[in-house]
């Protein structure tokens, strides 16, 4: 039987072979990520045992590590969950996963990414805040391509995007912010680095949780209204960039320091 290019595009198998190709093409720009970041571990000297020492170094920080397991916790329940496929209770499941990665591309991401940023406006570390800047934009679309699952999911399946399933969301945003406030306190135990406070992490964590609050059309958690850290935009590359061509970022120097 010959199908026509409209059914083609519109029915549940082009949708499927669609979500197959983005998976595929994330999984290969996450090998990229990883090739990047040992490239920036060689460049400082490390050798194959010293990159291994750093990329398992997490692993002396409990509060690292539980914020790993958080977003595999969510994965595993979506897989083994106990309701029969395509109920409320495994889509519901399965929109939680979606709801946790999102969350991971979005508000771990840059995070993680604002203390080296943080770094190159001061003049340190600046090629490596390059190179984050690259995988930044590759996790914004990450993050874009997880929102894109979940509104269909909501917009598909209305009776799963219920009540009760909006108050589970809120939840799950605030957990990833207690997870990000006990993450902070790990990697910056002396109050903050060069140029670059606990207080301003947390106060970005929560701009973000509200935005994702307000993207999945809920009540935002904490009220934010202005960008914390707006000077982090210089790090955003949302279009392609011609390496000889792009501008040199200004940064601070040392006499105009602060820690807020
Ligand atoms: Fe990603």
Redesign the pocket.
Same mark, same amino acid.
């Given at each position: 039987m010959k199908v026509s290019r409209t059914v083609l595009k519109t029915s549940l198998y082009w949708q499927l072979y669609r979500l197959s190709l983005t998976l595929r093409w994330?999984i290969s @720009? @996450?090998a990229n990520h990883v090739e990047s970041y040992l490239f920036i571990l060689e460049s400082f000297g490390l050798d194959e045992q010293g990159q291994g020492q750093i990329f398992n170094l997490y692993q002396d920080m409990p509060d690292l590590v539980e914020k790993i397991n958080w977003n595999i916790e969510f994965a595993n329940n979506a897989a083994t969950i106990d309701a029969p496929k395509g109920s409320v209770e495994s889509t519901q499941a399965l929109l939680e996963d979606l709801i946790s990665f999102y969350i991971f @591309?979005y508000m771990f991401f840059p995070l993680g990414f604002s203390q080296i940023f943080a770094l190159a406006r001061q003049g340190k570390l600046r090629n490596t805040a390059q190179q984050y800047s690259y995988i930044w934009r590759? @996790?914004s679309l990450?993050a874009a391509n997880g929102l894109w699952m979940i509104q269909q999911i909501c917009r598909e399946n209305p009776k799963v995007w219920n009540v009760a399933m909006k108050k589970r969301a809120r939840e799950v945003i605030n957990e990833a912010v207690k997870l990000e406030i006990s993450h902070v306190h790990a990697v910056m135990p002396d109050g903050g680095i060069l140029g670059f406070s606990i207080k301003s992490y947390i106060k970005y964590a929560e701009f973000l949780a509200d935005k994702i609050c307000e993207q999945l059309g809920i009540k935002v958690l904490f009220g934010t209204r202005e960008h914390p850290m707006p000077w982090i935009s210089e790090y955003e590359l949302n279009h392609e960039v011609n390496f000889f061509e792009g501008r040199v970022r200004e940064y601070q120097t040392g006499s105009q320091l602060s820690w807020d």
């Open positions: 994330q @720009e @996450e @591309e590759d @996790e990450h």
